[in-house]
């Protein structure tokens, strides 16, 4: 299995563009997870999806970013307009219910730098 | 709700020397409990993970953690690290029941110097 899959792995934009990030979890699992990691913040949870639908999005720092999960194999992070604050790693990770420890497997995240 | 708490943002370290990582959390119920590891420019990997059993769980590369339940910690533990053990450390928990998510500590980064 290939793990999760992430693209792009480095993204470099101008302020006020529109940003958006893609994950392809593992085959068969039915959690994926959005998280952002920066210096000052540590690791977050931004939204996670059970079955392609969004369970929990309390993390999405406002109306400016939005996340989808067309399928089961297929996710997107989107940023729209992007601000320099936004600049950080954008991890996507995913998980399966079947799995009794409940172990998340990352994905190699995407660095995102916002000028 | 959950939340984890890790004692020391940075720990600094000689090789050889004996390590040990503290994590608290919050949680009213059932909990499965995970060490991760971010090697510098890398993604997060599994270390280890105490679901049920016995409270000291071994991982990979010579670590170890210790569930005690009535402290409500996991701390992580190494005997002797390596330089190659430098890296950041987060301590994650899940309440095993319902949809709650996996919570994240802060993350603690080991710098191990010659």
């Known amino acids: 299995d290939a793990g999760v899959i992430q693209s792009p792995r480095h993204e470099v934009t101008e302020m006020g563009q529109e940003v958006t990030l893609r994950c392809k979890p593992i085959s068969g699992h039915d959690y994926l997870f959005w998280y952002r990691q920066t210096m000052m913040r540590g690791l977050e949870l931004l939204i996670y999806?059970?079955?392609?639908?969004?369970?929990?999005d309390s993390g999405m720092p406002e109306d400016r970013f939005s996340a989808k999960m067309p399928n089961a194999s297929f996710s997107t992070l989107k940023i729209q307009p992007s601000e320099p604050r936004d600049s950080a790693v954008y991890f996507c990770?995913?998980?399966?219910?079947?799995?009794?420890?409940?172990?998340?497997?990352f994905g190699p995240g995407t660095r995102l730098t916002v000028l | 709700a959950q939340s984890v708490s890790q004692h020391n943002h940075h720990v600094i370290l000689s090789e050889a020397a004996s390590l040990e990582l503290g994590c608290n959390y919050s949680y009213g119920g059932t909990v499965n409990l995970f060490w991760y590891v971010q090697y510098p420019g890398q993604h997060l990997q599994l270390l280890l993970k105490y679901f049920s059993g016995d409270p000291l769980v071994k991982g990979i590369k010579g670590f170890e953690a210790e569930f005690i339940k009535s402290k409500f910690s996991f701390n992580l533990r190494k005997p002797s690290v390596q330089w190659s053990d430098t890296a950041e450390y987060f301590c994650a928990v899940k309440g095993v029941s319902g949809n709650t998510p996996l919570v994240f500590g802060k993350g603690t980064r080991l710098s191990v110097i010659a």
């Open positions: 990770a995913s998980s399966s219910r079947g799995t009794v420890y409940n172990e998340q497997f």
């Open positions: 999806f059970n079955n392609n639908v969004p369970i929990d």
